[in-house]
Each structure stands twice: as structure tokens, then as C-alpha cells.
Nanobody, 129 residues
Framework: QVQLVQSGGGLVQAGASLRLSCAAS????????MAWFRQAPGKEREFVAV????????????LYVDSVKGRFTISRDNTKNTVFLQMNSLKPEDTAVYSC??????????????????WGQGTQVTVSS
């Protein structure tokens, strides 16, 4: 069993930066693929980024949705059981509730929220224009 506790988020102006953190309790954090999803009001949950476990045979480099490439960076610190999402050059369209997720994901399945087993509580990110 893994519990994910998020921190970070808030209200910022366009162009600003924020860093989200997601701390995991339980064992074997390094074995899980870790992702960030977001959900804007009235929209479906959207994949944002994923960083792979060291045991994932299919992937090595993080993957991002096109809309955040070059602006967001996902990283993990396995010694602290934590995954981060550094968000730079934020835009109003980035406004959403952001959630971290953990799972063991096969090739090509990282977009699908239902593939992840554990979820953080969600944190609001609001970007004003």
C-alpha cells in the first residue's frame, strides 16, 4: 500500500513558477512509475507527465503532454520517496487541480488514469492573466 501526500500549488500570475511535491509512504517507492495529472473545471482529467521506475523495461526518459513540454519538469528523489513537478512560464490554461499518481505502467499506457493504483489528494494551481 502506498499513500501519496501532495504539497505546493497556489495562486500565481502568468509567467510565474511553482513546484509541486508528492511524498510517498510505504515501501518500494522506486518500483513505481510516478505521474502527474490535472483536471480543469468542466474538463476531463489530463495526463501531464510521467517519470519511470528504475525497473520499467519500456521507458527511461520522462514523458510530457505537448502543452507543457519545455515548461514543466518532472523529477523524483527515491531517497526521499518524493516526486516533483517544476512548472515554469505558467499560463492561465494551466489552471487545474493537479494530482500525483503511482502505478506500474506498461508501454503506451501512461496516459490512462485508470492504470494508476494510488493517487494524491490533489492540489489547486490557479494562474491569473
Amino acid at each position: 500500500q502506498v499513500q501519496l501526500v501532495q504539497s505546493g500549488g497556489g495562486l500565481v500570475q502568468a509567467g510565474a513558477s511553482l513546484r509541486l511535491s508528492c511524498a510517498a509512504s510505504g515501501r518500494s517507492f522506486s518500483r513505481y512509475d510516478m505521474a502527474w495529472f490535472r483536471q480543469a473545471p468542466g474538463k476531463e482529467r489530463e495526463f501531464v507527465a510521467v517519470t519511470w521506475s528504475g525497473t520499467n523495461a519500456y521507458r527511461t526518459s520522462p514523458l510530457y503532454v505537448d502543452s507543457v513540454k519545455g515548461r514543466f519538469t518532472i523529477s523524483r528523489d527515491n531517497t526521499k520517496n518524493t516526486v516533483f513537478l517544476q512548472m515554469n512560464s505558467l499560463k492561465p490554461e494551466d489552471t487545474a487541480v493537479y494530482s500525483c499518481a503511482a502505478g506500474t505502467i506498461g508501454s503506451g499506457a501512461h496516459y490512462y488514469a485508470h492504470k494508476y493504483d494510488y493517487w494524491g489528494q490533489g492540489t489547486q494551481v490557479t494562474v491569473s492573466s
